[in-house]
């Protein structure tokens, strides 16, 4: 008697603000390369449901998790809820960002607050979270998505790139923590990508941004979901601590 094939368990991964941009980008990607994608959003269910639809049509598997990252509860909670209902996570992408830029003389305390609070905290609560998990399953990938402004700085965007630097460095010392468990921990820095965060930005804006991009065009989704799927598979298991530009050259 033939044995009934069960089907294969796919490996799980969570990707924070998935709901537009580069993370539905993403998450996209890893639908389409076998993962069971966990769909992370903020405010946004309509378009968080849109991409789970969207990747279900195209028979990949996708979930929804509403949770705000900045909420450190919210997060072990939301965690705890993944790994008893879909199984211990083996993907984690830190993607969920927000800028409120200006200069800093005229800096409020409360946007201040909420730079940090997203952009470097909740990435500290969900790779915490993550790290409980994969430590016990003795691998995992977390690729922290920070940006070209954390290393290179930009005028009015202080708080943003005060964020996105203290993500480097979080994440090349928990690198340190996690490899005897082989948990790897990369950060991926994007340039300019097309998506609502650089929406905002007017023509003439882009045209200044496009002077100093040496490969003359703006990035897309896609650009930055090609380098975490590598980072997430065993292709990159000798990999770890790294930051790893996706540019067009505008920072070397
Ligand atoms: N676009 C660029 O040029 C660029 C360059 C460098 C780095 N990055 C980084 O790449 C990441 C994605 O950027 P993007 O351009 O795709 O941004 P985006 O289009 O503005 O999307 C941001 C995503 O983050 C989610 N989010 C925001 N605050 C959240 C919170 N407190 N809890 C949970 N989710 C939250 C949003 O969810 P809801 O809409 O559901 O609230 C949305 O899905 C960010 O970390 C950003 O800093 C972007």
Redo the contacts with the bound molecule.
């Keep these: 008697m033939q044995a009934t094939q069960l089907p294969e368990k796919k490996p799980i991964a969570l990707v924070?603000?998935?709901?537009?941009?580069?993370?539905a980008g993403i998450a996209s990607r890893l639908a389409r390369e076998g993962y069971h994608v966990i769909l992370?959003?903020?405010?946004?269910e309509e378009?968080?449901r849109e991409l789970q639809t969207r990747i279900r049509a195209e028979g990949g598997a996708a979930d929804l998790c509403q949770?705000?990252?900045?909420d450190s509860a919210q997060v072990n909670e939301k965690f705890e809820w993944i790994a008893k209902t879909f199984g211990r996570l083996s993907v984690l992408v830190n993607?969920?960002?927000?800028?409120i830029d200006g200069l800093l003389i005229r800096m409020k305390d409360e946007d201040l607050e909420k730079v940090l609070s997203?952009?470097l905290k909740?990435a500290i609560y969900c790779t915490r979270a993550a790290a409980n998990q994969m430590m016990r399953e003795r691998k995992g990938s977390i690729i922290q998505?920070s940006?070209?402004?954390g290393e290179m700085g930009n005028a009015g965007q202080s708080a943003y790139s005060a964020a996105k630097a203290g993500l480097i460095g979080f994440s090349k010392s928990v690198a340190k923590e996690l490899a005897s468990r082989q948990v790897r921990v990369n950060v991926v820095t994007?340039?300019?990508?097309v998506?609502?965060?650089?929406g905002v930005l007017t023509e003439a804006q882009k045209e200044d941004i496009l002077r100093t991009v040496p490969l003359g065009f703006l990035g897309e989704p896609e650009d930055i979901a090609s380098l975490v799927s590598f980072l997430a598979s065993p292709a990159s298991r000798y990999i770890t601590g790294q930051v790893i530009g996706v540019n067009g050259g505008m920072y070397m």
């Design positions: 924070t603000g998935a709901s537009r941009g580069i993370g992370n959003y903020g405010s946004n378009k968080a949770f705000n990252v900045a993607n969920a960002g927000i800028t997203v952009d909740g998505i940006s070209v402004i994007p340039g300019f990508i998506t609502d965060m650089t």
